[in-house]
């Protein structure tokens, strides 16, 4: 089945026929259904408690669906050298900004979600693209992520 909206996939088909579409409202359906039936243990959720702080994860989340992931795409689709620097340079500030959330909200800590054993929402929206942005980084021969422009994301 395909999203009834852009016509993409995934769409999460439920057993009485609704269908949940785009993968992070999919992940996040599942964690709502996971807290109110107490599947969950402790700890394993993929958002905080903290209602703030699923606002923040979820608002991060939108961030890299909507303004990183394009940035990154268009390195790779840009028609011209120049329009390839100006997409870098957008892949970097939207980097930059993901740099910043990550200092607020993972105290510290080795993810987003400010735990080391387990990543969220968060970190699993911005790590699956980290494959994509190397091999984009390899293929045009650029740096888009670096220790010295944004050390706590390297």
Known sequence: AAN???GKIP???LPDGRAICESAVIVQYIEDVARESGGAEAGSL???DDPYERAMHRFWTAFI?????PALDAVSLAPTPGARAQAAEDTRAALSLLEVAFKDRSNGRAFFSGGDVAPGLLDLALGCFLPALRACERLHGLSLIDASATPLLD
Do not use: R
Not at 65 to 69: L, P, R
């Open 4 to 6: 009834p909206v852009y």
């Open 65 to 69: 669906d909507d303004k990183f992931w």
């Open 46 to 48: 993929l958002l905080p």
């Open 11 to 13: 769409v999460l088909l």
